[in-house]
């Protein structure tokens, strides 16, 4: 069993080497984002442990690399503290699980040991609706060829239309499912959003993926428009 550790933190690299050793994995460090990055895409490893907060590349972006190159090894996130980053980023992005230092080696060693059971299964696919793909793992959008630049934003409202496509979903329907519980402010945001997305996913292909339906909500056409 190989494990990367990418870690810029000195002491706690070395510990978790000298720990992970001791339990008989063979261990490979990087000290930032950039070697990680390379050490992944070269050698075949179990597990990696990847720090968030990291000179170079960052964490999420190593991450979300690996999975775009279609490389499925099981990541575990590590971060400093709470609030300088998204859980949920890490874990769209393509993570797999995520630790907050500090931590105690032995409930890291169990959650390695749970990924290493569950192994580098392939993740979920690529959403298709006719010639629209969306790739949630790798947080992509294409339309045929092309690949379409959405913000994170656009990206969930259109993963939600996409996963619930041939159906039709109210405003309140998006507004529930991507925005905070507690949103407060004016459901018509969403109206603001299809209205990005059709600019960038239809109107530029001469295509109407994207239905209104007055007074019921959206549709996603299932053949993409
Ligand atoms: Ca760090």
Not at 83 to 97: M, S, V
Not at 147 to 169: H, M, P, Q, S
Not at 177 to 194: H, K, L, S, T
Not at 196 to 214: Q, S, V
Request: with cysteine.
């Amino acid at each position: 069993m190989r494990v990367l550790v990418v870690e810029d933190e000195t002491r706690l690299a070395e510990g978790l080497r000298r720990g992970l050793e001791a339990e008989g994995f063979a261990v490979d460090v990087a000290a930032n984002g950039t070697d990680g990055l390379w050490m992944a895409r070269e050698q075949q490893y179990s597990i990696i442990l990847l720090d968030i907060m990291l000179p170079g590349i960052s964490g999420y972006r190593v991450c979300e690399t690996l999975r775009a190159d279609g490389n499925w090894t099981p990541i575990l996130m590590l971060t400093a503290k709470d609030g300088e980053w998204d859980q949920i980023e890490a874990l769209d992005t393509g993570a797999d699980d995520y630790l907050t230092k500090p931590f105690s080696f032995s409930v890291l060693l169990a959650r390695i040991r749970a990924l290493l059971r569950r192994g580098a299964g392939e993740r979920p696919t690529v959403l298709e609706a006719g010639d629209i793909r969306v790739d949630p793992a790798a947080r992509r959008v294409w339309r045929g060829d092309t690949v379409i630049e959405v913000t994170a934003r656009e990206f969930a409202v259109l993963e939600y239309l996409i996963r619930r496509r041939g159906d039709v979903v109210s405003k309140r329907d998006v507004l529930n499912n991507v925005w905070d519980d507690d949103f407060e402010g004016d459901p018509n945001i969403v109206e603001v959003y299809i209205g990005h997305l059709r600019n960038k996913l239809d109107r530029p292909f001469g295509r109407a993926a994207i239905e209104t339906l007055r007074g019921a909500g959206y549709r996603l056409a299932s053949n993409g428009g």
